[in-house]
């Protein structure tokens, strides 16, 4: 948060952080000529990737590539939201914070549980070992019709975490339906040997 009060310090804090692309380099039209970060009033964030050369027009905006590309909202407003998600702030503490609307709020919500759910099914790893604790569940997300009764669409997903890993060790994995034949391959693919399984003793899973 201490860095959103200067809009230098920001950038160079998501820059290096990897959330901004770094575009300083030679130029492609202009060999003897390099892309720099300059600033610039009449953009939004004050400042555009731009060739030092005054006869080139090559520039990028500094979001180009990246998490805010998109968005009308501020770095420092999307950086709040993110910050104040991540603490699981209530939706009425983060709207009278931020002054954004309830709708841009949740929109911003969803997007990062979404980067999340991408994040951790990509870097999906075995779990456990011989007296490590592996904590697995199902469940299946999805609308409910006319926003009553149960869910009627969606996808199962399947996951599971090792207990006490630092920094956390887990698998996520969508699957066709939740039978014993088709979760506990995935187990038995995810899950070392020697693991001390917790689950809900869920009927699919009840034979390990």
């Known amino acids: 948060m201490r860095y959103l009060f200067s809009p230098s310090r920001l950038n160079e804090f998501l820059v290096h952080h990897n959330l901004l692309f770094d575009f300083n380099r030679q130029c492609d039209c202009c060999p003897s000529a390099t892309i720099q970060l300059l600033h610039d009033k009449r953009r939004a964030d004050g400042f555009i990737w731009h060739c030092n050369s005054r006869n080139c027009k090559t520039h990028n905006s500094i979001r180009k590539f990246s998490f805010f590309s998109g968005s009308h909202l501020s770095l420092e407003q999307i950086l ?58 199902e469940s299946k997300f999805g609308k409910r019709k006319y926003n009553r009764g149960k869910r009627v669409e969606g996808v199962c ?52």
């Open 80 to 137: 709040k939201i993110v910050y104040y998600w991540s603490y699981k702030c209530p939706l009425e503490i983060v709207a009278h914070e931020s002054g954004l609307t309830p709708k841009t709020i949740v929109d911003f919500f969803n997007f990062c549980r979404e980067v999340c759910s991408v994040v951790v099914e990509e870097q999906s790893q075995p779990i456990g070992g011989v007296g490590k604790v592996d904590e697995i569940d």
């Open 157 to 208: 997903v399947f996951g599971g975490i090792e207990r006490d890993s630092n920094p956390p060790k887990c698998f996520f994995v969508t699957v066709s339906d939740r039978s014993a034949a088709t979760l506990i391959p995935i187990i038995k693919r995810w899950i070392l040997p020697g693991s001390i399984i917790a689950s809900d003793c869920f009927k699919a899973y009840s034979s390990l």
